[in-house]
DNA sequence: CATGGGATTGACT
DNA sequence: GTCAATCCCATGC
């Protein structure tokens, strides 16, 4: 992570989700390019930090650098980038990435083939890089799980913003990023649901 | 202490 | 399009 980045996770949490977009995340051989994020922030209900502090929710009052790792629908482990400054609930959910290596051990992992099958959503994501709950609240700059800057030479990429997926309260807050037009995303765009380009 | 509900996915109609 | 899997946690009595 460069000082940029670094301190991109201090920022308020969708600043930080955008961000976040073309970073990659890197465990063991497998690693891959960020391509769509949702923010979730203690003051909001869809997130699990509005509970407060619990046995479930405290790594996402930690410092900004760790991972959150939680259970869902009691079947798949998600994995998030807590940020903000200590004492503050919130992280960035990794909903979907573009697959850069070991992706043979992604298709061994997943049981399937096409590379746009093997990131293509949250759940997905953490089976193919291997991401369980045992890495919940470890460090992303010291690992097992690296977060690390944008590839070089692929520029800024262009991200489209709109409503978060797969909730039930709080569903008007515009916190999904997605890099414009990847193939990776988890789902396409509904129409009408794009709110803004960045 | 019982219960309900997911920040999902894959299989099936 | 529908639906089950599966389990931890938060909530409420």
Not at 20 to 36: D, K, M, N, P
Not at 107 to 136: F, V, W, Y
Request: charged share 20%; hydrophobic share 40%; proline share 9%.
């Amino acid at each position: 992570m460069s000082d940029r980045q670094l301190r991109a996770l201090a920022l308020p949490v969708a600043e930080a989700a955008r961000m976040l977009i073309g970073c990659t995340i890197t465990h063991g051989e497998t690693s891959g390019a960020i391509v769509e994020t949702e923010a979730y922030h203690e003051s909001e209900p869809a997130c699990h930090a509005f509970a407060g502090l619990t046995a479930r929710t405290w790594p996402l009052f930690e410092a900004p650098e760790i991972a959150y790792v939680y259970r869902s629908y009691g079947v798949h482990a998600l994995l998030n980038v807590v940020v903000e400054p200590a004492g503050v609930g919130a992280a960035v959910l990794i909903r979907a990435l573009e697959p850069l290596s070991g992706i043979e051990q992604m298709r061994a992992r997943r049981g399937r083939e096409r590379p746009t099958d093997l990131c293509s959503g949250p759940g997905k994501l953490t089976q193919a890089l291997g991401i369980g709950l045992d890495l919940n609240a470890t460090s992303l700059l010291h690992g097992p799980i690296r977060l690390g800057p944008p590839l070089p030479g692929r520029g800024e990429p262009r991200v489209t913003i709109g409503e978060r997926i797969g909730i039930t309260r709080a569903v008007e807050l515009p916190w999904r990023f997605c890099a414009a037009g990847n193939r990776n995303v988890s789902r396409p765009w509904p129409p009408g649901l794009v709110v803004g380009v960045a």
